[in-house]
């Protein structure tokens, strides 16, 4: 028979084992749709930003990690966020424009804007908005550095 130490020990475990599973689930990032392909290294900067955006619609974090640097992974949102309303949605985007021209200042860097159809994202009127991402080309190929108002 147990002694009533290993009873309060074993309540306590199995406390802290729930606390923690409901943590991570809260916090996880919420399902992917679909996997979106990771285009070749050799992928122009509007593939990968076409391509980004796409993960970032269905919500493949996978993908949209592996084609930003630094890790952009803002449209992820946990299930917590889901749950409690605070999931910005993605419901379309327009036509890509072809990349800027950047001044050539060694970074290898250049923008691609589009319009982007959202819900409750916070900063942003609902419907169409003009949006943009930055990329610069990496020893990977071109990753989206930045994303926001171009």
């Known amino acids: ?3 009533p130490q290993q009873i309060r020990r074993g309540t306590l475990l199995g406390a802290a084992t729930i606390a923690v599973v409901g943590v991570v689930a809260a916090t ?4 992917s749709t679909t996997s979106v392909a990771v285009p070749p290294r050799s992928a122009s900067a ?9 993960a970032a619609e269905h919500r493949d974090c996978a993908t949209m990690r592996a084609l930003s640097d630094p890790d952009d992974t803002t449209w992820c949102v946990s299930w917590w966020d889901t749950s409690t309303g605070q999931d ?3 419901l379309g985007h327009g036509r ?6 950047q001044p050539d200042d060694g970074t290898g860097e250049t923008s691609v804007r ?7 994202v916070s900063g942003m009127p609902d419907g169409w908005n003009e949006w943009g991402l930055f990329l610069r080309h990496t020893a990977d190929g071109w990753r989206v550095s930045e994303e926001g108002v171009v």
Do not use: Y
């Open 1 to 3: 028979m147990p002694t």
């Open 28 to 31: 996880a990032p919420s399902w």
């Open 46 to 54: 509007r593939t990968v930003a076409e391509t980004f955006w796409r």
């Open 88 to 90: 910005p949605h993605l």
């Open 96 to 101: 890509f424009s072809d990349p800027t021209a």
């Open 114 to 120: 589009f319009t982007v159809d959202v819900r409750n």
